[in-house]
């Protein structure tokens, strides 16, 4: 009961984020498939260098030209911006901002604060995905095209799975840091250093944007449940020590 | 004990790395009171606060809220006490109506006739957003929102800084008439001495992080005096300081001031056998009280 107020505060305050978020992956979404003739059109007209035709020919395939630009691109690199836009901000600014007290004097247990502001930021994230995502198969269908979509449902698993880990990390940042800024910094630092293993093939299964991508349900290797349970779980880890130090700390 | 008293702490300490802000805290507020909290900046007032809503917790001791252990049974006090911040910050973007809905939502006791009655008293416009609100109107919201709860419990910390004295002055009305109304308790910190001696009917001294002072303010009219006494010779009264209740005797010009906490016709007596060529007795005001415990740098008067 006393944490309802919270739930619909929360939702009022991030509305705006999400609109935001909402508009721009929405329009990246529908533009990629609406964009897919006068690509094709391009690759025929226009002369391309020897060390890109390979790469020309994949791009011509309407199923490669969706995957490699929305999921394989645009997909988890927007969805890492917005998982630490989204995180990084949910108790440093209101330490910052210093309502932290005016919020904590209410009956409304810290754990509680801490579950509803994390369920409801990383849910406005998750439309996000999902919508846009949406909107790109409503396009691809539109424009008369195919793409399956037991593949687009495993793709969009893969980053929420992926995201949740940025996202987790960043919220654990925001109970680290009493500015928001730095903690945006801080964990688009992290997230930046989350693609190192995805540098190298030898460690790539280590690269939460590899996995973020779905390669390996385009190549049709499958669905890859242990990456999934292993982000989850590191997703649930990092909710447990931000949750244990916010809990702990003094405002 | 514990019943009787809204706030009760024991040994209560806050150590912030190195910087001891509330050292061995034992503080008693007894319910239906409305105690004044002084100290000087930095005194520990506001750390002391927010132990007992458990928005830091103690380094040692214990502290008790309306029969409520302030960090295990902290959301049952919280549920029961109403807070205003010093320069309270609230949410910026909110309407007056949604922030008021929030709190409607978040308290369960929550009486939105008494919330409604301090907004219109105040003339809040309720649909203007908390941003485009003046200092003074957002104090006046705080302070509505914490009676809308209906608190046996009001905690206001340093509740006035910054308004005007006919805004201080309607703030500490509208509390004097709740009190009278309801029977709450009120605790309330301030360095603003003329405040407290108005409103307050007890008054506690911080200084260090420790009670240097606990009085009510007909105690402090009663029993505190200061003896200004005048000798034709050079004769010293410094033979009185062993009297019990001599709190300080002080030389000044050609006579000397002695304090005195409930000893006064003891003191007559003895002054009476060195023949002094003239006596006052002075009642001690609380700038007085507040000088010699906390070294007097309040804002007086």
């Known amino acids: ?251 | 004990m514990t019943a009787e008293m809204a706030i009760l702490t024991r040994g209560l300490t806050k150590m912030y790395k190195d910087i001891l802000a509330v050292n061995g805290l034992d503080l008693e507020v007894r319910r239906g009171s409305i105690y004044g909290f002084l100290g000087p900046n930095g005194a520990g007032k506001t750390t002391t606060i927010k132990l007992l809503l458990n928005l830091t917790y103690p380094t040692s001791g214990i502290a008790t809220v309306l029969g409520h252990d302030a960090v295990t049974e902290s959301l049952a006090v919280r549920g029961r006490v109403g807070y205003v911040a010093e320069e309270p910050v609230i949410y910026e973007y909110m309407r007056v109506s949604d922030l008021v809905d929030f709190c409607r939502r978040t308290y369960t006791n929550w009486d939105m006739a008494v919330a409604g009655r301090y907004l219109d008293l105040f003339e809040l416009p309720v649909g203007k957003r908390v941003k485009e609100l003046s200092k003074g109107m957002k104090n006046q919201l705080a302070l509505s929102i914490a009676l809308g709860s209906r608190p046996e419990l009001l905690i206001l910390d340093e509740p006035t800084g910054g308004l005007d004295p006919i805004k201080t002055r309607e703030f500490f009305k509208v509390i004097l008439e709740q009190v009278a109304e309801t029977g709450q308790t009120v605790f309330f910190s301030s360095h603003r001495l003329y405040e407290v001696e108005r409103v307050a009917d007890t008054v506690g001294i911080i200084h260090k992080g420790r009670l240097v002072f606990n009085k009510s303010l007909d105690e402090i009219k009663s029993n505190l005096k200061k003896v200004r006494v005048v000798f034709n010779e050079e004769t010293s009264p410094t033979g009185l300081k062993d009297v019990p209740g001599v709190n300080s005797i002080i030389r000044q010009g050609r006579g000397w001031i002695i304090e005195c906490d409930g000893c006064l016709e003891e003191i007559k007596a003895k002054l009476g056998e060195i023949n002094p060529v003239d006596i006052e007795v002075i009642d001690m005001t609380l700038e007085d009280v507040f000088t010699r415990y906390a070294g007097g740098v309040g804002d007086g008067r």
């Open chain 1, 1 to 251: 009961m006393a944490g309802k107020g919270l739930w619909i505060k929360e939702i009022q305050a991030g509305k705006f984020k999400f609109l935001i978020g909402l508009l721009v992956f929405g329009v990246v979404g529908v533009f990629i498939p609406l964009t897919y003739g006068t690509i094709a059109r391009l690759m025929d007209t226009v002369p391309i260098p020897a060390q890109f035709v390979e790469q020309a020919k994949l791009l011509k395939d309407y199923g490669f030209y969706i995957w490699s630009q929305w999921f394989g691109k645009n997909l988890y690199q927007f969805a890492t911006i917005m998982a630490v836009i989204f995180g990084s901000g949910i108790i440093s600014t209101e330490v910052s901002k210093k309502t932290i007290q005016f919020l904590l004097a209410k009956p409304i247990r810290r754990q509680e604060v801490f579950m509803i502001k994390y369920v409801v930021n990383y849910s406005a994230l998750a439309l996000v995905v999902i919508i846009s995502t949406l909107a790109l198969y409503i396009a691809v269908i539109t424009t008369g095209h195919s793409f399956p979509f037991t593949v687009i449902m495993q793709n969009t698993v893969m980053a929420l799975a992926g995201s949740s880990v940025i996202f987790s990390t960043s919220v654990y940042f925001s109970t680290v840091f009493d500015q928001t800024l730095r903690s945006v910094l801080v964990s688009l630092a992290v997230a930046l250093m989350f693609s190192i293993p995805g540098l190298f093939s030898v460690v790539r299964d280590f690269s939460i944007y590899y996995h973020m991508s779905g390669y390996e349900i385009f190549i049709g290797k499958g669905f890859p449940f242990i990456p999934v349970i292993v982000m989850i779980i590191v997703s649930g880890v990092l909710y447990q020590m931000a949750n244990r130090r916010f809990s702990r700390r003094d405002f």
